[in-house]
């Protein structure tokens, strides 16, 4: 009883919280079923995380265990170029041409294509890279990552959310991954990570704080973060740039069900304890297809249709972001849609290729 008046007692003093309302979507994030009109690109891709574009024109993506790289027309043509023990997760490309791909449970590997086998950077300031979600490159070499958690790997995303963990970090490196230190540490969740062209500056995302932050990199070390997109609709995925702004996956909506559930000790360590994670009252990449998982009033299919506007358990959401972090432009794929799970996009010349990890599909929007 006591938990319960001071968190009602907090809900009045800090009456402005972050957590207090999730944002409505409206202006540049009105919904809408764009998602669900992009071309899918191939056959489905179990396990798809993120996406990057090659400077050839050709596009690298994590599946699993494994890199492809897809080419030719409609990039119909796919080619392994390695595969791990673990998942595969976040891509860069390095100035020097190499591959960075973030390995779960392993830690960050630079792939020369001219050698046989990858460099590693397993390990910063003596603790194992278990969580790596995300990596960048800047202009000079160095090599910049963020660790969703340090005591869970990404597998186990919905227990980091659930034990109200914050304990990831930001990392860097030279470019032979020697001198490896942390720059930031405690963060929610950070999941996406990009460079800012010409100013200097590595913007990352917070899943669990629904925020995009900007880092500026002094030649004395890094300077505070500053927030630039707070409380956000969405727990935001990957960050990627185009020269011009930020494409910003969201990997699923926030729900009143779902903060409500956060608030709740005792009922949310018990379900801890006692159900499977796919069936948590818990934010999910896909949805739907199990008649035992938690379902909001007002998400109950009628005549085998769910309403768009019904609360969801999975969500498909990008926005464009501009030099600024404004958003100027969102598409969706609403609660019965079909591309859900927003993980990564990147632009080409042929238009944005976006990863609909819940679906497994890649899409080709010529616009965003």
């Avoid at 591959?99 to 950077?121: E, Y």
């Avoid at 948590?280 to 768009?308: F, H, N, R, T």
Wanted: proline share 8%; glycine share 10%; hydrophobic share 40%.
């Amino acid at each position: 009883m006591f938990d319960h008046l001071m968190r009602d007692i907090r809900n009045v003093i800090d009456r402005d919280s972050e957590q207090n309302a999730i944002p409505p979507l409206d202006g540049a994030l009105s919904p809408n079923d764009r998602l669900d009109g992009c071309t899918p690109i191939g056959d489905p891709l179990p396990g798809l995380d993120d996406v990057v574009a090659g400077y050839d024109g050709s596009l690298f993506v994590s599946a699993g265990r494994r890199v492809l790289k897809l080419s030719g027309t409609g990039f119909a043509t796919r080619e392994q170029v390695t595969e791990f023990d673990d998942d595969a997760g976040g891509l860069a490309l390095h100035p020097d041409g190499r591959l960075l791909v973030c390995v779960a449970g392993r830690g960050l590997a630079a792939i020369d294509p001219a050698k046989p086998q990858p460099r590693w950077l397993e390990t910063v300031d003596g603790r194992a890279l278990a969580g790596l979600l995300s990596v960048a490159a800047v202009p000079d070499g160095r090599i910049f990552a963020v660790e969703g958690s340090t005591a869970r790997p990404p597998d186990a995303w919905r227990h980091d959310l659930m034990e109200k963990r914050h304990d990831g970090r930001l990392i860097a490196c030279d470019a032979a991954l020697n001198s490896a230190t942390t720059l930031l540490s405690d963060l929610h969740y950070p999941y996406g990570l990009a460079v800012a062209p010409d100013t200097g500056q590595l913007w990352f995302s917070e899943s669990w704080a629904h925020r995009v932050s900007r880092l500026p990199l002094t030649g004395n070390g890094p300077a505070k973060p500053e927030i630039v997109l707070r409380n956000l609709p969405g727990y935001p995925a990957r960050l990627h740039g185009d020269g011009r702004g930020f494409y910003l996956a969201l990997f699923a909506r926030r729900t009143h069900l779902i903060e409500f559930v956060l608030k709740e000790d005792d009922f949310r360590q018990e379900m801890i304890a006692t159900i499977p994670p796919d069936y948590w009252i818990a934010p999910a990449y896909a949805g739907g297809s199990d008649c035992l998982e938690p379902m909001q009033i007002g998400a109950v299919k009628a005549l085998g249709i769910q309403k768009p506007w019904a609360p969801p358990r999975s969500y498909g959401l990008l926005v464009r972001l501009d030099a600024e972090g404004e958003a100027s432009a969102s598409i969706h794929s609403r609660a019965g849609g079909r591309f859900h799970g927003i993980t990564g996009a990147c632009a080409t010349s042929r238009g944005v290729v976006i990863a609909a990890r819940g679906a497994g599909r890649l899409l080709l929007s010529p616009e965003i």
